[in-house]
């Protein structure tokens, strides 16, 4: 099975700057997506930012940019300009292209410091 | 507001209980996933159904079983509850099959508790 590793349980930036976190997986697959999601206290799970394995191009959405290095089996975020807001649990999502099931980090923590 | 509802928001129960938790899919998706989440194994995929069929199976116990209906709301049937089981559980809807790129969109969670 697939496996996805988030190997920091916590991070902090301070408001306005900026903060990446870090997403490792294990995949034998060529095709398959990877996923950014943020869970804040509400527990509302709400997908940030996605990503095509067939695309070397990187995924932004506004503030939110990847990093994906397929050889490296690497997909991080990068959250520019903090805002209190971004501060929340967040998951790194695999989904494969065989049988389309979701696996997901453990999270990372953020906490912005204002 | 996602536009996925589930009910209810919490239950509290006892072991051996069996419980079903709902979920209604935003207007319009025919996909509705299930996930376990809990402190100690995060996120874990249940199951997946599109347009009242099963699709795909995660790590979903023999005691658990689902469905999803023809108005296409579904129902996660949870039986012989342990104390292990008191997580937050998760319904997200798509608008497909699931296809690859697919986004899903997640409800707001039943926290279930078994004491």
């Known amino acids: 099975a697939q496996t996805v590793t988030q190997s920091q349980p916590e991070m902090s930036v301070q408001e306005a700057e900026t903060v990446t976190l870090s997403c490792t997986y294990d995949?034998?697959?060529?095709?398959?997506?990877l996923f950014w999601y943020k869970q804040p206290p509400s527990r509302q799970m709400i997908l940030v930012i996605r990503?095509?394995?067939?695309?070397?191009q990187n995924a932004t959405e506004n503030r939110f940019s990847v990093n994906f290095q397929k050889a490296a089996k690497s997909f991080s975020l990068k959250i520019s300009d903090s805002q209190l807001g971004d501060a929340a649990m967040y998951f790194c999502?695999?989904?494969?292209?065989?049988?389309?099931?979701?696996?997901f980090g453990t999270g990372t923590s953020l906490t912005v410091i204002p | 507001d996602s536009g996925v509802t589930q009910t209810p928001k919490h239950l509290i129960t006892a072991t051996g209980q069996r419980v079903t938790l709902r979920c209604s899919p935003r207007?319009?998706?025919?996909?509705v996933y299930w996930y376990q989440q809990s402190l100690d194994q995060g996120l874990q995929f249940l199951i997946h159904?599109?347009?009242?069929?099963?699709?795909a199976k995660g790590n979903i116990l023999e005691r658990f079983s689902a469905q999803q209906f023809p108005d296409l709301h579904s129902e996660l049937n949870l039986s012989s509850l342990e104390l292990g089981d008191s997580a937050l559980y998760f319904c997200?809807?798509?608008?497909?099959?699931?296809?690859?790129?697919?986004?899903?969109?997640f409800g707001p969670g039943t926290r279930l508790l078994v004491l």
């Open positions: 995949t034998s697959e060529s095709d398959y997506y």
């Open positions: 207007s319009g998706d025919l996909s």
């Open positions: 997200a809807s798509s608008v497909g099959a699931g296809e690859l790129g697919e986004t899903q969109y």
């Open positions: 999502a695999y989904r494969s292209g065989k049988g389309n099931q979701f696996y």
């Open positions: 159904y599109y347009n009242g069929e099963e699709r």
């Open positions: 990503q095509e394995a067939y695309k070397q």
